[in-house]
């Protein structure tokens, strides 16, 4: 049987608006924090630090808090990741890296996030921590998107 996948991914805010990588796979395309999945043996800072270097020759330089918990589970139950959402810091200039999915960069406001197609659709979430609301339980539940 399948393991879960364990994914990570940064909130990083500059002044006021939030990093998001635009992913274009099997011919669609939305958008999503930087990070990805945590290889055996990998701890979460390091793999998140070579996915940020992957996919925008950024360095994570803090991990910081633990923000938001989500589950996805495909309906069929053939895909199942576990999504961990961390603060951080970063130094070096975003530009695009070598993932060849990772299409565009770009930063959002919290109005700007409103409409986006995010996956997982963590909108409202999002932009309730750019406001600078905390949320009293990070787990956000399961959240799927096709």
Not at 40 to 62: C, V
Not at 79 to 89: Q, S, T, V
Request: net charge negative; proline share 8%; glycine share 10%.
């Amino acid at each position: 049987m399948p393991e879960p996948r364990i994914r990570v991914a940064l909130l990083y805010e500059q002044g006021g608006s939030l990093l998001l990588l635009k992913q274009e796979k099997n011919d669609r395309s939305c958008w999503l924090l930087p990070g990805g999945g945590v290889n055996y043996g990998e701890e979460i800072a390091d793999a998140l630090d070579r996915e940020l270097k992957e996919e925008l020759n950024l360095h994570l330089d803090t991990l910081g808090e633990l923000l938001f918990v989500n589950d996805s589970v495909a309906p069929d139950k053939s895909r199942h990741i576990i999504n961990l959402y961390f603060a951080g810091e970063v130094s070096g200039n975003p530009s695009l890296g070598g993932e060849p999915d990772i299409i565009d960069f770009a930063y959002f406001s919290a109005r700007e996030l409103e409409g986006l197609p995010l996956h997982p659709p963590l909108n409202s979430s999002l932009i309730d921590w750019l406001r600078g609301k905390k949320r009293v339980n990070p787990y956000l539940g399961p959240l799927w998107v096709e």
